[in-house]
């Protein structure tokens, strides 16, 4: 019987999360960056501003219909998430009584950080022809180094975790960062939108 506790199999839980999760976001980037980006090459985005709908509604819409060919990539990576028994046992003990709290701020702002690749490749995609979703990608690496420094400096200068549960305080706001910057992303985008199509 495997053992529960087994530092090996949470770090194959970490690797296998990491690259299906990290597959996903890209996938996702790139089908966004394209969908914008085939819009903005066609110079149709003035034609869709001409729609009896808000900027809102026609922006959002195309990429529901874009992100409708991706679903099928995060249906997969769930699935294979709830049948393995390993990655279920690791799971559990992750997100056990004495872990689940940090477990939970520390995953939280995993799906926030893998979400920025979409966000920021479809903001990229209204201002470069080519190479939107490797600026994501390289934006959201250098995000991760910035919060992981800013990490590091704060419990250096607060001497540690401690008590308290400072550390879900500490990624909780990290994540409420993240979460800003996709908001940004999403003004951006809007504004961007709205612009090229008045031209």
């Not at 495997?2 to 996938?27: C, E, H, Q, R, T």
Request: hydrophobic share 55%.
């Amino acid at each position: 019987m495997k053992n529960k506790n087994d530092p090996y199999a949470m770090s194959w839980f970490g690797s296998i999360f990491f690259l299906i999760w990290v597959s996903v976001a890209i996938d996702a980037a790139k089908v966004l960056s394209r969908s914008i980006q085939d819009e903005v090459r066609g110079q149709t985005l003035a034609s869709l501003m001409m729609l009896p709908r808000s900027a809102n509604g026609i922006v959002y819409s195309k990429f529901a219909g874009a992100m409708l060919g991706w679903l099928p990539g995060p249906i997969i990576g769930l699935i294979f998430m709830v049948v393995s028994p390993t990655m279920r046992e690791t799971i559990e003990q992750m997100f056990n009584e004495q872990n689940g709290p940090n477990s939970i701020a520390v995953f939280s702002m995993l799906i926030l950080l893998f979400a920025l690749i979409p966000h920021y490749a479809a903001f990229f995609a209204l201002y470069v022809r080519w190479g939107a979703v490797a600026l994501a990608i390289g934006m959201t690496i250098g995000t991760y180094f910035v919060l992981s420094m800013g990490i590091v400096i704060i419990m250096f200068a607060t001497g540690g975790p401690g008590p308290g549960g400072s550390l879900d305080l500490l990624f909780g706001g990290f994540s409420f960062l993240l979460l800003c910057i996709c908001v940004a992303c999403h003004i951006g985008v809007l504004l961007r939108v709205q612009a090229l199509g008045a031209k």
